[in-house]
């Protein structure tokens, strides 16, 4: 296969339905564990815990939501360092929170 043969439109598709996948398991994680730290009864550390997940994970939503609108052109731009940075810094504070939730 050469490269006049290859579709340009394939990557990106599959990079924007990575992205997608991986904001809606980030949701869902999130909603669980609002449904854990209620359900267990709401200790002030969970309750925190869940409070700071919050912006982390809308942090994470932002920059999910940039890279698929940008993903929609043939040859999409790189991920920029600062949004990578800020997808790698959100997902490291909620597996934080995560794992505070737990103790």
Known sequence: ?????RDPGLQPERTR????RTTL???VVALLAVRQALHNGAT????????LSAPA????LLVAHRRILRMGVARPEPLAPR?????????????V???????
């Open 17 to 20: 339905l990575a992205w997608r």
């Open 1 to 5: 296969m050469t490269a006049a043969d």
């Open 57 to 60: 994970w809308l942090g994470f």
């Open 44 to 51: 002030p550390a969970a309750l925190i815990a869940v409070a």
């Open 97 to 103: 929170f995560a794992a505070a939730m737990l103790f």
């Open 25 to 27: 398991s980030a949701t």
């Open 83 to 95: 949004g990578a940075l800020t997808a790698t810094l959100c997902t490291v504070a909620l597996a």
